[in-house]
């Protein structure tokens, strides 16, 4: 136990900014997670494999010189396709089904992305230099990586480009449409099919630029997926399906939780300790639904 | 009644005789007793009860760093232990060793039990896929910590003690098969029992509809803590004679391993039948044979053939065995089959 964090303020600001930074990635990958949940009602543990496969894909382009900043573009459209793959192979088989049986069939998948990465690039930690420099602020008490407000940057231009694609374009209403009400959609001639394997298209590009930010900023590693996948299903039920600000509010809380307990505990029990909480909120929820007779649906 | 008389006889006489008959399977076969026996606990509360659990290795990780702390602490610093890699310091006498076993053994079952019931009631009160992600999180987070934790080994992990030497070669594995073999008995025993009795029905009750079974009366509550502490029981118990075993204990690789265990005992209940007697131990049996022949002759590609089993049984075979025994030949299972229904049925297909 360390609590430093506390007596420096320069600290606190520094776990905070990198908190902040951080949690916008956490929220961008909980967008797609709510997307398809809220469209398709399944819930994807193979989530954080896709994000770790965008990676790959900017990393191999660092390696071959191009700069792995133009993973951001390439990522999401072969993820894309990825993503209409893994639906046609998998996915549309379990969607009308009970969702312990989409669990276990994307744990499979997990599995099987998590190992093939690893004979494909090898079980080493590796990241894609940018070469983007470090920003100092307050008399260079605090240093931020310009790649991480890079890709902060980033996220958010996605998101706000997918936010309004959603709500302009006719794909976007047919999603909406068929998150409200599938059968009602398909009467009024909507193809819930192609609905769907587009809408886990779109997870899995999200996914990808996701994976080849995290890739400039941070490291990764075949079998790094679990937690990106364990951080965005805590963000969705904190901030519950379809209610945007509160995404990117608990994606950067949750960031910021993160950097704290880093600090504080100590690096070897971060993961855990984000585990741990998804496990706190639930429990939380749960004694608090139950004062009304309810229960988490 | 008769025949099923004959039918246990002869598994229990082939199981006594299988370590002689089989001298060079013994390890294997007491790692398909350890798998039964997960996979028959995993079917009370996965199966009968509807609480799909990811966190029954909780309880099976717990087993094993307590049976192999109980055996090293009673009678050696376990600090220094785990430190300087004590087996080569310190040595056990037999004695020593199965006292230490024995008691280990039973705290290894007995703490599970407490931490189940204890965690049950914040735990149990979240349905369908909250309570699976919430017990994935909880296996993979006890994993994260207990790599975190010095005097167990921390990251570098934990050598359990060594079979003493007793003069003969074959101890070690003859131990171990009729220690796990001896637990499986014990568990069919248990559950068979359970099963007869209107603690069953409770479970299916909360399984099909569990507001329904709240209005008629029954303290869900209650029996879906008990049902989880009796798995818990059993998985500690299967967990700490595992680690004994393995004679090694790693955080995230042997005790606390979500990727393989924890799924492999729901993926065993799955494929033998879920909510049934025998299919989970009909389900370990095939599983543990397809697994050590695909780790045997595809070395490296395992992971890649177990996701792509794991795909295949969920989406095709989500009844397994059992159930699709049920449907071809019902009247095997007791059910009186009309035999219009069955003229009905066959047009329908």
Known sequence: MDFLVFQYPMITLQACLDGILLGVLFALIAYGMALQWGVMNIINIAQGDLVILGGYIAYFMYLYGIHPAWGVIVAPVIMYFVGIAIYKLVINKVVDRDLFISILATFGISILFMQLMNFAFGADVVLANSGYGTTMLFDNNVVLPNSKIFSAFISIVFAVCLVIYMKKSKLGRAIRATAQNARAAKILGVDTEKVYAATFGINAALCGVAGALISITFTIHPYMGLPYTIRSFMIVIVAGLGNLPGVAMSGMGLGVFEEFADYILGTEFRIGSVFLLLVLILVYRRFKLSRKREYLK | ?349
């Not at chain 2, 002869?10 to 076969?29: D, E, H, N, S, Y």
Request: glycine share 14%.
């Open chain 2, 1 to 349: 009644m008769n025949k099923n008389f004959v039918l246990y006889a002869a598994i229990l006489i082939f199981g006594l005789a299988a370590p002689f008959l089989f001298p060079a399977f013994k390890v294997q076969l007491s790692i398909l007793c350890v798998l039964i026996v997960l996979a028959t606990t995993w079917n009370i509360q996965g199966g009968e009860m509807g609480y799909n659990s990811f966190g029954n290795i909780l309880f099976y990780g717990l087993g094993m760093y307590l049976c192999a702390s109980v055996q090293v602490g009673m009678f050696f610093p376990l600090a220094e232990w785990t430190e300087s890699g004590g087996e080569k310091t310190f040595v056990h006498t037999p004695t020593q060793f199965f006292q230490g076993m024995a008691v280990g053994l039973v705290v290894a079952a007995v703490v599970p039990t407490i931490v189940a019931g204890l965690i049950g009631y914040s735990i149990l009160g979240l349905r369908g896929h909250y309570f699976a992600i919430c017990t994935l999180g909880l296996g993979v987070a006890a994993g994260e910590i207990s790599g975190g934790i010095e005097i167990i080994g921390a990251g570098q992990g934990f050598t359990t003690p060594p079979f003493p030497n007793v003069g003969s070669l074959e101890a070690r594995g003859e131990f171990f098969y009729f220690l796990s073999f001896f637990t499986l008995v014990l568990t069919f025993i248990a559950v068979r029992s359970i099963y007869s009795t209107r603690f069953k029905l409770i479970l299916n009750a909360i399984r099909d509809n569990e507001d329904k079974a709240e209005a008629m009366g029954i303290e869900t509550m209650k029996y879906k803590i008990i049902g989880w502490m009796i798995s818990a029981f059993f998985c500690g118990l299967a967990g700490g004679i595992m680690g004994g075993l393995v004679g090694y204990i790693d955080s995230t690789d042997v005790a606390f391993d979500g990727r393989e265990m924890g799924v492999f005992m729901v993926l065993m209940a799955i494929l033998g039948g879920k909510g049934t007697l025998w299919g989970p131990i009909i389900g370990a049996t095939i599983f543990h044979i397809f697994k050590e022949g695909f780790w045997t002759f595809f070395l490296g590609w395992q992971y890649v053939a177990l996701g792509v089993l794991i795909v295949v049984i969920v989406i095709y075979f989500p009844e397994g065995i059992m159930g699709w025994l049920r449907e071809k030949y019902p009247e095997r299972f007791g059910e009186v089959v009309d035999e219009k229904d069955r003229k009905a049925q066959v047009e329908l297909k």
